[in-house]
């Protein structure tokens, strides 16, 4: 007979020794002890001892007696929010590198930071569909497709998790309105839910996710935290997650049987609804023993098995914000920005040709690395983008700042001056994460334009300069119909961390050739989108959105999702397919044929044309990054696995694959005209 003083928690534990200990850690410990496992604590008195929120690891769980370490959680995604950590470009911006490799990067370096700083559990990555460009929130996730979520969200987690701490994949689910986000019913179908609302969530939990966050949202009317069909049906049953889930942070938990019932394990980041209420419930027969049980196994067994496993190295203080990490910052902020207009191949600008430059725009020299939310990463040394450009080639061309305040002013500056480099978007006062009324106000966008200064801004400069760049800073679309035929060239940069500022200079000079993809559809109208609103109680989430709800309606966008020019360019030919026993390898020949070296992002969408149920025309299934030499031909394979073209059946309630012809299209963006096709029968 084992018992807790023969079993000891000890390095390298083998999963049969943690189920041992766990089983009998489940006899020996008494309800208050395995009621205390399951939600955090000391919550106010570290909020007073930092005087604000995210300045140190927040404490949940854990049993002294019986050595059970806490929980002990701090956020991102752009880092980690702890003041000095490493600050990475938002999300957005990472899935505009299309690199997924790149992000287990970011998540390793993550990862070591959460480590130092003593943490053990990382809520940073966040995988909600955009499905709407105005989601305050949109900077802290990938994009508005469910396999380019995937594939980076689990990038990210596994970075993180090699290093021993527990990822959280959030918000669980659907959760894509801001100002709303504590009351909205989501209302959707099961077969919208499946296909394109959770597969990335699915993905990463295949990849070993160690944690799940639910949402604050109602989904087909009942909260996230106490939705047994989306926490018990879906994750725990369906998809076998054996990980733990907690709750999000203010309300995330309404109801105490409610919330255990609908299978959540954690209240964060204190017992509001467990704790003595739970107790209470097992105690008054209303919750079964056994349901406690079985969330206390699932934190106990997850914190075993990152807590005592061995560490791939040490993390001291000095990894966080160390050399190399800020290196890492500067490297995944020049592969996210893309270049959405380059007429006349303006850029990069040649300094032997542009000996005075204006640099114009409040953005210009400002700290800006997004949002001040739960996702703010407290960051001082930040490169903006008139510092970059100054360190870069300010010793060899004349720059003009001005804040473009004034616009007559400014005019006159555009007339001196070779070209005009424009920074203009938005800041956290524009966009980002809603906490309540009286503390923060902003949320949601209000405009997918620019702000109407800025606008005026561009068109009087446009007037009196013909080489003006825009460089736009924001999280998701913005919409430029009123101004792009005036500007010569458009860089998205986003919120692109703390070296945002010398990737911007980079790039405009050509010591970076730009390679990121939008990870979203731009429209010309926002009446091309789904139906949005900010203040809302009920709202019906439709399988279409994003380039699905385009091609369905034979939309053009004003730039497609997958689109980012370089500057060299591409030729795709020669596209091939492969069908073996469970899988299609599809391979292309990829030319640059321009004068420089630059990396592709080859693009794979499968097309459902000839299906015999409604299906969006073509879905991405599959991309890769190649870095060619002028005039080198690579010839890139990419591989479907068929289980992926699968359709969720409502009426059997499986995944069902169709016996039919398939349409492959590969190239570089989701416009027809990028893509080469051919078609294959599984
Ligand atoms: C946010 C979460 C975040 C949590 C803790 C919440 O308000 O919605 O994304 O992880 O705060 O910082």
């Given at each position: 007979?084992?018992?807790?003083?023969?079993?000891?928690?000890?390095?390298?534990m083998t999963q049969q020794e943690i189920d041992e200990f766990t089983t009998q850690a489940l006899k020996e410990m008494d309800l208050q002890e395995k009621v205390q496992l399951m939600s955090g604590r000391d919550f106010l008195k570290i909020l007073i001892k930092d005087r604000g929120i995210g300045k140190s690891v927040f404490p949940a769980g854990g049993?002294?007696?019986?050595?059970?370490?806490?929980?002990?959680?701090?956020d991102g995604p752009r880092g980690v929010v702890i003041p000095g950590s490493t600050c990475f470009p938002v999300s957005m911006a990472r899935g505009a590198s299309w690199d997924a490799n790149l992000e287990k990067e970011v998540g390793e370096v993550i990862g070591k930071e959460v480590r130092a700083h003593g943490?053990?559990?990382?809520g940073g990555v966040c995988i909600n569909l955009l499905r709407h460009p105005a989601w305050g929130r949109a900077q802290e996730t990938y994009g508005e497709d469910p396999y380019h979520l995937g594939e980076l969200g689990s990038a990210l987690m596994r970075g993180v998790q090699k290093h021993n701490v527990m990822a959280t994949i959030k918000h669980f689910a659907a959760n894509s309105i801001e100002y709303s986000r504590f009351k909205v019913n989501v209302k959707m179908n099961e077969r919208t839910l499946r296909e394109v609302y959770l597969p990335h969530f699915k993905r990463c939990v295949e990849d070993g996710c160690a944690t799940v966050m639910s949402a604050y949202n109602k989904v087909n009317g009942t909260y996230c935290g106490h939705n047994s069909h989306l926490l018990r049906n879906i994750l725990k049953q369906d998809w076998q997650f054996e990980g733990f889930v907690h709750s999000d942070w203010m309300d995330g938990l309404y109801d105490t049987i409610a919330g255990i019932e609908g299978g959540l394990d954690v209240e964060m980041p204190r017992a509001k609804c467990y704790g003595k209420k739970l107790i209470k419930a097992v105690e008054g027969g209303k919750v079964p023993m056994d349901l406690i049980d079985d969330s206390v196994r699932r934190i106990i067994n997850t914190i075993l098995q990152f807590t005592t496993r061995a560490d791939p190295q040490q993390y001291s203080?000095?990894?966080?914000?160390s050399k190399d990490h800020i290196k890492l910052a500067r490297k995944v902020a020049e592969k996210s920005m893309v270049l959405l207009k380059n007429s006349n191949d303006l850029l990069p600008l040649d300094p032997n040709e542009v000996s005075k430059l204006a640099v114009i725009g409040e953005l210009a020299d400002l700290k800006n690395t997004g949002d001040h939310g739960s996702s703010n990463v407290h960051q001082e040394d930040i490169i903006t983008p008139l510092s970059g450009i100054t360190n870069l080639i300010g010793d060899k061309i004349e720059i003009v700042y001005n804040m473009g305040t004034d616009i007559e002013e400014v005019k006159k500056v555009a007339q001196n001056v070779d070209a005009v480099v424009v920074i203009v978007g938005y800041t956290y006062r524009d966009e980002g994460e809603y906490i309540r009324q009286f503390i923060r106000k902003v949320g949601d966008r209000e405009s997918l334009e620019l702000k109407e200064h800025d606008k005026d801004l561009i068109l009087a400069l446009s007037e009196q300069n013909e080489k003006i760049i825009v460089v736009l800073?924001?999280?998701?679309?913005?919409?430029?119909?009123?101004w792009i035929d005036k500007v010569k060239g458009i860089l998205m940069a986003w919120y692109s961390g703390m070296e945002g500022g010398s990737a911007i200079a980079n790039i405009l000079f050509g010591k970076v050739n730009p390679s990121g993809k939008l990870p979203f559809t731009i429209p010309k109208k926002e009446s091309d989108l789904p139906f949005f609103k900010a203040h809302i109680d009920e709202i019906e989430y439709g399988y279409y959105h994003g380039y699905t709800l385009m091609d369905k309606n034979g939309i053009t966008p004003r730039f497609p999702f997958g689109f980012g020019l370089s500057y060299t360019q591409f030729k795709y030919d020669n596209l091939t397919l492969k069908s073996l026993e469970e899988k299609i390898i599809a391979s292309i020949d990829v030319t640059n044929t321009g004068k420089k070296e630059g990396e592709e992002i080859v693009q794979l969408y499968v097309g459902f044309e000839n299906s015999n149920i409604e299906r969006p025309k073509k879905l991405l299934k599959g991309f890769h990054k190649v870095l060619l030499t002028p005039n080198q031909t690579q010839r890139v394979s990419i591989e479907i696995s068929k289980k992926d073209l699968a359709w969720y059946n409502p009426e059997t309630k499986r995944w069902e694959i169709e016996d039919i012809n398939y349409s492959i299209y590969m190239g570089n963006s989701s416009k027809e005209e990028d893509l080469v096709s051919t078609q294959i029968k599984l």
């Open positions: 007979m084992f018992n807790l003083t023969t079993i000891k928690i000890k390095e390298g049993v002294e007696r019986l050595g059970i370490p806490p929980l002990l959680f701090t943490g053990n559990l990382y203080k000095e990894v966080v914000g800073v924001g999280g998701s679309a913005i919409i430029m119909e009123q």
